[in-house]
């Protein structure tokens, strides 16, 4: 199992494509707790806009329910 701290997962290039960030603290359809690797990691909560709603879609087909 890779954790996010891992250096392979540090190893893959990001770029920047201007699609904005979502808090996922202020959205309501998904649960997240603090980050499990990082303490006080401010930036944990931040999601690309895509990336969140992938993350409700598979919430939803796992959970059995809609949210």
């Known amino acids: 199992m890779?954790?996010?701290?891992d250096p392979k997962i540090a190893a893959i290039p990001i770029y920047?494509?201007?699609e904005?960030?979502?808090?996922?603290?202020e959205e309501r359809k998904i649960v997240i707790g603090p980050?499990?690797?990082?303490p006080n990691n401010t930036?944990?909560?931040y999601l690309r806009k895509t990336v969140y709603e992938k993350?409700?879609?598979a919430?939803?087909?796992g959970s059995g329910f809609d949210s």
């Open 43 to 45: 930036d944990y909560y």
């Open 16 to 18: 920047e494509n201007g």
């Open 2 to 5: 890779l954790l996010p701290t």
């Open 20 to 25: 904005s960030f979502i808090d996922v603290r």
């Open 59 to 61: 919430h939803k087909m």
């Open 55 to 57: 993350l409700v879609e």
């Open 35 to 38: 980050s499990p690797e990082v």
